[in-house]
């Protein structure tokens, strides 16, 4: 399974992203009046427990979001939008070229341009982005993170609406891990994920701006189940 899994890494990291913004946007002059009322920046952990009470808190949550990777010379390779939809240990995940359906207890990923569906037993120990987004978030704030322990988050502003953000900087504990780095952008007055930028081995960078995060009524499980509808037709290949 994790064979399988691997192949499709790379379609779901685009998958939780957003609008390509260069690292360097984020950064502020240290003379900038908001900067010096914020200078005493708070620990990075502190910043990453509260955004997993601010995911905690919302019991079922819609994220819609922008994706774009850019290339190592800066050249835009790819952009698209999609939405995640999250509740306990479900989950669905939508965009042009996969679908990633998750009940709890099946996963069902749903490739759309070779029409083949393949479907798994649900982890819900797995914290992987692949696997369980949210849950990837949450791992942040764990000891169980595959992220050394960072240290301050720097207050920045988001360049695409210019809202106030704790940037933090992630590095992999692992050498051998498929990304060279990680910068999460959280709220500063709500704490949720703002931004995500994710750089790969190969130096492509991969930048998901998340549009919105709605609180919603819990959803019966059979919203994130694969639709039977979408059957026919499809290559099903069941490993449960």
Known sequence: MRTLLGKFRLIMVLLSAFLVVPYNSFSMGAGSDQYSALRDNPNAPDVLAKMAEALKGIEAMDLLFEMTVTDQNGSVV????????????????????????????????????????TIFPNDTTQADLVENPVGFLLS????????????????????????????IELTPKSRYAPYKGLTICVDASDYLPSVLMYKSADD????????????????????????????PGLTVTDLR
Not at 84 to 112: H, M, R, T
Not at 147 to 158: H, L, S, T
């Open 78 to 117: 790819g952009n698209f939008e999609g939405e995640v939809q999250s509740q306990g240990y479900a989950f669905k995940l939508l965009n042009p070229e996969l679908e990633v359906y998750c009940d709890g207890v099946s996963k069902w990923i749903y490739n759309v341009a070779s029409a083949e569906l």
């Open 140 to 167: 942040l704030n764990s000891g169980n993170s595959d992220f050394r322990k960072p240290g301050k988050a720097q207050y920045n502003k988001n360049p695409l609406d210019g809202r106030a953000v704790w940037s």
């Open 204 to 231: 492509n960078t991969y930048t998901i701006n998340i549009k919105s995060v709605r609180k919603l009524p819990l959803w019966p499980l059979s919203n994130f189940r694969f639709p039977e509808k979408m059957l």
